[in-house]
């Protein structure tokens, strides 16, 4: 099984700050890598598909990169609206794995 | 517009049995695996299982294996999870998502809004 591991665990933000995410695979999942965002009690919602390409109708201040092992989101000026739990998920290899998440919170 | 609607989530005690649905509108449904997706109380995302959109393969979570069965009809655009011998640990939300268009296509590219499972006595 992939490992997926996700840092920071959490982080404070003020808004307009910029924001880097990190996720780490266990072995390479090619571009294979997704990110989504969940808010509290609502389903997740798909940002990023294939490590870099930004899902239909997410502002441009959202982008991924990485490819292989290591993987980024990076949150350019961070919005209100944008304090949320994010997910990394890899889809190259079964079981499909998720990992633990990075809560963003107010600072 | 894509909606997924699922139902079926209930208090049910260990060693019980559920079946969940979801019902999908929007899209070609037999062109896209669906999958399941749960969230346990104050905890991450865990990948369940999977159909592919002709429903000849699936996919499972050692976790649930040999206890759940995914299926869906396609003359109903209905995803299901039968789920048997239930765990206290299988409490959670349950989330039906829809297959993306890019590579693999395992990733979930449209969620529901879940429905509630809870395994206790």
């Known amino acids: 099984e992939i490992v997926m591991t996700q840092s920071p665990v959490a982080l404070s933000v003020s808004p307009g700050e910029r924001v880097t995410l990190s996720c780490r695979a266990s072995?390479?999942?090619?571009?294979?890598l997704v990110w989504y965002q969940q808010k509290r009690g609502q389903a997740p919602r798909l940002l990023i598909y294939g490590a870099s390409t930004r899902a239909t109708g997410v502002p441009v201040r959202f982008s991924g990169s990485g490819s292989g092992t290591d993987f980024t989101l990076t949150i350019s000026s961070l919005q209100p609206e944008d304090f949320a739990v994010y997910y990394c998920?890899?889809?190259?290899?079964?079981?499909?794995?998720f990992g633990g998440g990075t809560k963003v919170e107010i600072k | 517009e894509v909606q997924l609607l699922e139902s079926g989530g209930d208090l049910v005690q260990p060693g019980g049995s559920l079946r969940l649905s979801c019902a999908a509108s929007g899209f070609i449904f037999n062109s896209y695996a669906m999958s399941w997706v749960r969230q346990a109380p104050e905890k991450g995302l865990e990948w369940v299982s999977t159909l592919t959109g002709s429903g000849y393969s699936t996919y499972y979570a050692d976790s649930v294996t040999g206890r759940f069965t995914i299926s869906r009809d396609n003359s109903k655009n209905t995803l299901y999870l039968q789920m048997n011998n239930l765990r206290a640990e299988d409490t959670a939300v349950y989330y039906c998502?829809?297959?993306?268009?890019?590579?693999?296509?395992?990733?979930?590219?449209?969620w529901g809004n879940g429905t509630t499972v809870t395994v206790s006595s």
């Open positions: 072995q390479s999942v090619k571009s294979y």
């Open positions: 998920q890899q889809h190259d290899i079964w079981p499909l794995t």
């Open positions: 998502a829809k297959g993306g268009s890019f590579q693999s296509s395992y990733y979930m590219d449209v």
